[in-house]
């Protein structure tokens, strides 16, 4: 089992950046699969990137193509979200997932998730 907890979120204006990370407890974080989603209001929670349980490999939605970064240092249980050139849709709450057995986009397939941080965009 593992826990996750989200930080970074903040508010920022319209082109700036954040980075959010997700540490993990747990002695066995590196046989993990971890997913970033976002939840805007009234929105379904939709999937924003993923990495490898190695870190080889690594998935991004379109709408995040480009701007967004996601990364994990193994040694000190953490995922990170880099986010720049930012813009008022990506305001949501932002969550990490974790699974031992998956990677991919499918919000349903992970078993672990965290509590959520808030990232508002302003315009």
């Known amino acids: 089992q593992v826990q996750l907890l989200e930080s970074g979120g903040g508010l920022v204006q319209t082109g700036g950046s954040l980075r959010l990370s997700c540490a993990a407890s747990?002695?066995?974080?590196?046989?993990?699969?971890i997913g970033w989603f976002r939840q805007a209001p009234v929105k379904k929670r939709e999937f924003v990137a993923a990495v490898s349980r190695s870190g080889d490999s690594t998935y991004y939605a379109d709408s995040v193509k480009g701007r967004f970064t996601i990364s994990r240092d193994n040694a000190k249980n953490t995922v990170y979200l880099q986010m720049n050139s930012l813009k008022p849709e990506d305001t949501a709450v932002y969550y990490c997932?974790?699974?031992?057995?998956?990677?991919?986009?499918?919000?349903?397939?992970?078993?672990?998730w965290g509590q959520g941080t808030q990232v508002t965009v302003s315009s």
């Open positions: 997932a974790a699974d031992q057995h998956y990677l991919g986009t499918s919000r349903w397939q992970y078993a672990y």
């Open positions: 747990g002695r066995t974080f590196s046989s993990y699969a």
